[in-house]
């Protein structure tokens, strides 16, 4: 019963706030009288229960057992408690090389691990440094710990990300560790609904720790913390920033002198503490570098030296090609460091074993290459038989420059470490031969197997270059045998079936050929449909019938013999791969979304929510950061004007600067309310909140605070900052608008509402400002307090006011049901009548020769400035929205509840009724250009009108909830908010014409 009572408490206040603000004033009391009626609802209920209820209770000692928390664990390895275990446990996970050395940070993880949680789990460790210190090796020491493998009763589960890992590559990971728990690939491919379905298959196995190792940005980890409520997480990253609060950070650096000393001299005779000492400051506890070390101290040992002679040489070398001291933290220094060892490690090799190894760094980051693959390489660069290529792969393994491992009892791979990758590829390596490279494994591989006519649908089955083609041609700088093979309906069809759609996409998205960008945009939106059916044969046809839609392939299935079976072909857009023109939705907020902003120079927003965190994207949809840490939900998010900060604005009274790579810069501290909203000043220098505490604080961007503007007493509803930034206005629920200057100084108290101030709006020129309130006027002032005039004549709520273009005159809307004309001296010119109920909106045309209101009556009103009615639009059936005009004032939209957008002349001349959306209308908004419009809907959609064919859609796009709103950003991008999502659309036309070519509804 609290629960319900709090939620309808919770319901009612956002109604009466969002509603019924004139009932807002009085929410203490209201809300006191709820608290005391739910603290006796409360009493009586539990008198009832102690009573002996109805006899239907449950046995609620075993719920009260599961609330207590659990006791950390503190050596003993108990059994899990609260995870049932109905399914064998799962250990998959790299082996652990036998020459692997523990270090004291083990002890960490495992006791971090182990710890049993009382809450929601979060990210439970995160293991954090720089490349080749160790951080693998560390998570791979503690997840083959018996005590964590014992501890995980459910399995562990490893995944491998890397930094070239991207947004659609994630998705087919996540689908495939769905396959491996279920042995069944899911059909859908969007990652927010592949992560709820992996949460399911997670939630009966008992207690399992999932390793999410070499993250490098919040985007990619973003899908395993919304796994951690299910789940131990174990992150390895470079980057502290893409982690989220609440998780155990263990620093992995450099290796104390001891473990150092033992890593260094595994498996060798005794070394002088001399020489010891002078290789571990070359090599500054770095691991990667003192297994490298190592293994060539043991071959030269091995031949005979020794080893403090081999030791003095390597000190040489390193020397002469390193720094003298290696200070790990240095970024310049770890390069020249890693030259300089891997040039030492190299020496004694022959070029042409040196010349494979640089080969190897053609293949893709954290790549498991089959020897075989490694085989067929070296016999197109240098004619390697496999014996001469496996001696190799032994040798370079045995110098610690590859690792040579069985990935299962049949299957030998090779793997290269990311940070001799880098250097393998960099100019010391590859450089130049890189494209060549490629195109001898692409060429030799097609010979090998027979595909020298460019037939790549017939890889033999599981071939590592169904994963690997595509990747490798681009490499090869193949373009357009890259842009034919994924034009091919017969490679679509075949990667389809042995990689599913996210495999395709990601083949898609390394070529920019129009045919691959148009069946990517396909993929994206039907591939949750072209997954296995009942039999090959009807999973082919169904794939065949979806790509259809695309020309270049329906020219394909005219061609005799291309296919073999029978296809249904399109014959027009399907809904599913229709080109809505939607960019991405951006999805990972878990409650509502109250704000969004958009940088300066288009390329990154920021979205706000009532989940507590603001969300960095890219343009592309990509992820760079949540923000977390405030307490309580997030109400708004402004820019600064050249995109290097933003604040966010929260109920926890707080407001925030952040960097845009999610770097908390400040804290503002002082409000004493909820902030309800914050202003960025036009040149930067100051920002301005707006809180229920009554006041305004303004602030420097670096979290300064430069003045508390106090005297409201009410909650503050808004602020207005001049053009020229050298003022600004609050209004407030306690009936004044105050101005201020930004360094806090009070120029003016705006007395003489008798209730509260709904809104102000600043003339075009800042000369003067107008005010609107629940006592039904309008007041005019100057920026320094003067009153001009109180426009009184409206007998109900003033709700909306606009201004002229030349400020020479504005109009103001009521509940009232009328429109009133004035001058800015106050003079009524008009009042304009006819609406039979509420005004609810008015525009003004661009020129200011004439206006537009909407009513609840049904109808939208032209007129003229001086009060004249030009005409009067019917049409609509339903309640009229919203109103938009074009930017040439040559037509207008009003949106309806009735499910339409109509269109129609300034004479009042209809010319389209825009039918398709199957609820209320919301809001209506027109392109810069005049070339179309977009309007949203409580039907869940977003749909975009041509102004050259306005009685079809050009584009619409089903969401998953109502659209409450919807602008446009800037030409041809489109922003969209509903539910608990922000959606990017971008839409264009091929020709846009103007408004004379709407054809009459």
């Known amino acids: 019963m609290l629960v319900v009572l709090g939620v309808l408490s919770g319901l009612i206040g956002e109604v009466v706030s969002g509603y019924l603000e004139p009932l807002a004033e009085y929410r203490v009391l209201w809300l006191s009288a709820l608290v005391i009626v739910t603290v006796g609802a409360v009493l009586l209920e539990q008198k009832r229960t102690s009573q002996g209820g109805d006899g239907n209770q449950p046995d609620l000692k075993e719920d009260a057992d599961d609330d207590q928390p659990e006791p950390a664990v503190t050596g003993d390895d108990r059994p899990d408690r609260g995870f049932p275990a109905t399914a064998k446990p799962l250990f998959h996970v790299p082996p652990c090389p036998p020459t692997l050395m523990s270090r004291p940070e083990l002890a960490t993880v495992v006791a971090a691990l182990r710890v049993e949680a009382t809450g929601t789990v979060g990210v439970t460790t995160a293991l954090v440094g720089a490349g080749g210190f160790g951080k693998t090796s560390l998570a791979l020491l503690a997840c083959h710990d018996e005590r964590v493998r014992k501890f995980f009763s459910g399995g562990i589960i490893w995944v491998t990300i890397g930094r070239d890992r991207t947004t659609t590559q994630i998705s087919d990971l996540l689908r495939g560790l769905c396959e491996l728990l279920s042995q069944h690939a899911p059909q859908m491919t969007d990652p927010e609904l592949l992560v709820h379905h992996l949460a399911g298959l997670l939630a009966g196995r008992g207690r399992m720790l999932l390793v999410v190792d070499d993250v490098w940005t919040a985007g990619q980890l973003?899908?395993?913390?919304?796994?951690?409520?299910?789940?131990?997480?174990?992150?390895?990253?470079?980057?502290?920033?893409?982690?989220?609060?609440?998780?155990?950070?263990?620093?992995v650096d450099a290796l104390d002198d001891q473990v150092a000393a033992e890593v260094l001299t595994r498996g060798l005779p005794p070394m002088s503490g001399?020489?010891?000492?002078?290789?571990?400051?070359?090599t500054g506890g770095w691991p990667l570098l003192l297994a490298l070390v190592n293994a060539r101290l043991a071959a030269d040992v091995a031949d005979g030296a020794g080893v403090d002679a081999a030791a003095r040489q390597a000190i040489t070398r390193l020397e002469q090609a390193g720094p003298a001291a290696l200070d790990v933290s240095d970024t310049d220094q770890r390069s020249k460091a890693v030259r300089a060892t891997i040039g030492y490690s190299t020496q004694l090799?022959?070029?042409?074993?040196r010349e494979r190894l640089v080969e190897l760094g053609i293949f893709r980051e954290d790549t498991e290459i089959p020897v075989p693959m490694v085989h067929l390489l070296w016999a197109a660069t240098a004619g390697m038989t496999p014996v001469q290529a496996q001696q190799t792969c032994e040798r370079l393994a045995g110098l610690s420059l590859i690792t040579l491992r069985w990935a299962d009892q049949d299957h030998q791979v090779v793997v290269l470490h990311d940070v001799i990758r880098a250097f393998l590829r960099s100019l010391d390596g590859l450089g130049?031969?890189?494209?060549?490279?490629?195109?001898?494994?692409?060429?030799?591989?097609?010979?090998?197997?027979?595909?020298?006519?460019?037939?790549?649908?017939?890889?033999?089955?599981?071939?590592?270059?169904?994963d690997h083609l595509a990747f490798h041609l681009a490499e090869a700088d193949r373009k357009a045998q890259l842009a034919e093979l994924v034009a091919d309906v017969r490679w679509l069809v075949a990667r389809l079936a042995h990689g599913g759609p996210l495999a395709l996409e990601a083949d898609l998205a390394m070529s920019q050929d129009a045919r691959a960008v148009a069946t990517r945009r396909v993929i994206a939106r039907a591939g949750y449909l072209l997954g296995e059916l009942d039999s090959p044969q009807a999973s082919e046809s169904n794939r065949l019938a979806h790509l259809s839609v695309l020309p270049h392939i329906r020219q394909q299935l005219n061609v005799p013999g291309i296919v073999e079976r029978s296809v249904l072909v399109a014959k027009w857009p399907l809904p599913e791969s229709r080109d809505t023109g939607l960019i991405r939705t951006l999805t990972g907020h878990t409650d509502d979304v109250t704000g969004v902003a958009i940088a300066p120079d288009g390329s990154w927003l920021a979205s706000a929510s009532h989940d507590r965190t603001v969300r960095i994207w890219r343009s592309d949809g990509h992820l760079v950061a949540t923000l977390e840490g405030h307490t309580s939900r997030v109400t708004g998010v402004a820019i600064a004007p050249d995109g290097s900060w933003l604040a966010s604005a929260s109920h926890d009274r707080t407001v925030r600067i952040w960097k845009p790579d999610g770097r908390l810069v400040a804290t503002l501290v002082g409000h004493t309310m909820g902030v309800r909203g914050v202003v960025v000043a036009p040149d930067g220098s100051w920002l301005a909140s707006a809180s229920n505490d009554a006041t305004v604080r303004?602030?420097?961007?670096?979290?300064?605070?430069?003045?508390?503007?106090?005297?409201?007493?009410?909650?503050?509803?808004?602020?207005?900052?001049?053009?020229d930034g050298s003022w600004l206005a609050s209004t407030s629920h306690d009936r004044t608008v105050r101005i201020w200057k930004p360094d806090g100084r009070l120029v003016a108290t705006l007395a003489g509402h008798t209730m509260g101030v709904r809104g102000v709006v600043v003339a075009p020129d800042g000369s003067w400002l107008a005010s609107t309130s629940h006592d039904r006027t309008v007041r005019i002032w100057k920026p320094d307090g003067q009153l001009v005039a109180t426009l009184t004549g409206h007998t109900s709520d003033v709700n909306g006011v606009a201004v002229a273009p030349d400020g020479s005159w504005l109009a103001s809307t009521s509940h009232d049901r009328t429109v009133r004309i004035w001058k800015p001296d106050g003079q009524l010119v008009a009042t304009l009548t006819g609406h039979t109920s509420d005004v609810n909106g008015v525009a003004v045309a661009p020129d200011g020769s004439w206006l537009a209101s909407t009513s609840h009556d049904r109808t939208v009103r032209i007129w003229k400035p001086d009060g004249r009615l030009v005409a009067t639009l019917t049409g609509h059936t339903m309640g009229v929205r919203g109103v938009a005009i074009s930017p040439d004032g040559s037509w207008l939209a009003s949106a309806s509840r009735d499910k339409t957008v109509r269109i129609w002349k300034p004479n009042g001349r209809p010319i389209a009724t825009l039918k398709g959306h199957t609820s209320d209308v919301n809001g209506v908004v027109v392109a810069p250009d005049g070339s179309w419009l977009a309007s949203a809907s409580d039907d869940h959609s977003v749909q975009?009108?041509?102004v050259g064919e306005p009685t079809v859609g050009a584009a619409v796009v089903r969401l998953e909830s109502a659209m409450r709103s919807v602008a446009i950003a800037e030409p041809g991008l489109v922003i969209a908010c509903g539910g608990r999502n922000?959606?990017?659309?971008?839409?264009?036309?091929?020709?846009a014409r103007t408004c004379d070519t709407w054809s009459r509804a």
Do not use: C, M
């Open 944 to 946: 975009i009108w041509s």
């Open 982 to 991: 922000v959606y990017a659309f971008e839409f264009s036309l091929s020709t």
């Open 432 to 466: 130049d031969r890189r494209v060549q490279v490629n195109q001898h494994l692409v060429d030799h591989a097609g010979e090998v197997l027979g595909i020298d006519d460019g037939h790549w649908w017939r890889l033999p089955e599981g071939h590592f270059l169904w």
């Open 274 to 282: 001399e020489v010891r000492r002078r290789l571990l400051a070359l």
């Open 222 to 251: 973003e899908p395993f913390v919304t796994l951690a409520e299910r789940v131990r997480v174990l992150v390895t990253t470079r980057n502290r920033l893409v982690l989220p609060e609440g998780h155990e950070q263990v620093r």
């Open 698 to 723: 303004i602030w420097k961007p670096d979290g300064q605070l430069v003045a508390t503007l106090t005297g409201h007493t009410g909650w503050v509803r808004g602020v207005a900052i001049a053009p």
């Open 349 to 353: 090799l022959p070029l042409r074993v």
